[in-house]
């Protein structure tokens, strides 16, 4: 015979009301209630009927995750975003679903806006979307839960949560200009993310403003490869202005760097500093360990989707703007001048 939700209360000790916001992932319970009513599902083998539910609510049971998939999926990064939202949505009803907003099935706000009114979705993330302003600003009419995670949208109808990018290369700048670097040279991602444009004028704006050149050969970029940053070192350290430094907008990239200096006979960090961002679990594990920027990822994620969840459980749009603050990890691929 199949378990019924009043048998789950009864072998928990709890009230049918308590019980039912726990397992239809409505409404507030501690910590320790969810746990111990999961238990209790769990030993008795109690089956919510979700389809059911889901119909007599028009809901999909789905949740969509929009996203470039080109150069993000099967990134650390990406699977760091995946693991803050699979955190969020852990203990719900809901299941998540890919879209790929390069596609020309869901390349506007417009088309992705549709698989909310046909239920195909009750609500979306949109991770770290491209820098075409038309694309986010068809998201301040569309009136269901969506959440931007990965980009900071100046938009006041848009909720999103990100990392506070360009703060992280200003740090990374200022610890190399405080070691005595003033040949600073910077390593770009490609200018169609967002995220890439505002790494980049963190380094701009800090060099402008501590009045550091910047000649056109130090600027360059790569598409956050190991290889592109690899090119990029050898463009760099085979020029006629040599930099003493060098600042890299993601860690593979920086990777490529380290390994462009060590095939031309550039020591680190004795002839050449090389930071990065991301802080990968490999950076610490290189030699030289490499002095980067740690933006916690899956806490930003998992904060994006709580918000979300929030919005579809109660009907209640946050409208808000989450920076998530970085920090600067010091190591060893950077020493005084």
Same mark, same amino acid.
């Given at each position: 015979m199949r378990s019924t939700m009043q048998d789950v209360a &009864?072998?928990?000790?709890?009230? %049918?009301? $308590?019980?039912?916001?726990?397992?239809? =992932?409505?409404?507030?319970?501690?910590?320790?209630?969810?746990?111990?009513?999961?238990?209790?599902?769990?030993?008795?083998?109690?089956?919510?009927?979700?389809?059911a539910q889901n119909f007599a609510r028009r809901r999909s049971g789905l949740v969509g995750i929009a996203a470039p998939f080109a150069g993000l999926?099967?990134?650390?990064?990406?699977?760091?975003?995946?693991?803050?939202?699979?955190?969020?949505?852990?203990?719900?009803?809901?299941n998540l679903v890919l879209f790929d907003i390069l596609s020309?099935?869901?390349?506007d706000g417009k088309k992705?806006?549709?698989?909310?009114?046909?239920?195909?979705v009750d609500g979306l993330l949109v991770v770290a979307p491209g820098a075409k302003d038309k694309f986010l600003d068809t998201f301040s009419d569309l009136q269901f839960p969506l959440v931007v995670v990965g980009k900071k949208? $100046?938009?006041?109808?848009? /909720? /999103?949560?990100? /990392?506070?990018?360009?703060? =992280?290369i200003e740090l990374a700048c200022a610890h190399l200009h405080a070691l005595g670097h003033r040949k600073i040279a910077f390593v770009g991602g490609p200018?169609?993310?967002?995220?890439?444009?505002?790494?980049?004028r963190g380094y701009q704006e800090f060099s402008r403003a501590k009045k550091l050149p910047i000649p056109p050969e130090f600027l360059q970029?790569?598409?956050?490869? %190991?290889?592109?940053?690899?090119?990029?070192?050898?463009?760099?350290?085979?020029?006629?202005?040599?930099? $003493?430094?060098?600042?890299?907008?993601?860690?593979? %990239?920086?990777?490529?760097? %380290?390994?462009?200096?060590?095939?031309? =006979?550039?020591?680190?960090?004795?002839?050449?500093?090389?930071? =990065?961002?991301?802080?990968?679990?490999?950076?610490?594990? &290189?030699?030289?360990?490499?002095?980067?920027?740690?933006?916690?990822?899956v806490e930003m994620a998992e904060q994006g989707a709580s918000l979300l969840r929030s919005w579809m459980e109660n009907d209640h749009t946050p409208k808000r703007k989450i920076v998530v603050p970085v920090s600067l990890v010091t190591r060893e691929s950077t020493a005084k001048r």
């Open positions: &009864r072998e928990c000790g709890l009230s %049918m009301m $308590t019980v039912s916001r726990v397992l239809r =992932g409505q409404g507030y319970v501690s910590a320790a209630t969810r746990e111990r009513v999961v238990e209790a599902a769990k030993r008795l083998d109690y089956e919510l009927n979700v389809l999926i099967g990134s650390h990064y990406f699977g760091e975003i995946i693991r803050g939202f699979q955190r969020a949505f852990e203990d719900s009803e809901w020309p099935s869901f390349d992705l806006a549709g698989l909310f009114r046909t239920r195909k949208v $100046t938009n006041a109808k848009v /909720c /999103c949560v990100s /990392c506070d990018d360009r703060h =992280g200018l169609g993310f967002s995220v890439a444009q505002e790494r980049e970029r790569g598409d956050y490869s %190991m290889l592109s940053g690899r090119r990029a070192g050898e463009a760099l350290l085979n020029g006629k202005r040599r930099p $003493t430094a060098i600042l890299a907008a993601n860690d593979m %990239m920086a990777f490529g760097v %380290m390994e462009s200096a060590r095939e031309l =006979g550039v020591s680190i960090p004795d002839e050449l500093s090389v930071a =990065g961002f991301d802080d990968l679990p490999t950076a610490a594990e &290189r030699f030289p360990s490499l002095t980067t920027v740690h933006q916690p990822v």
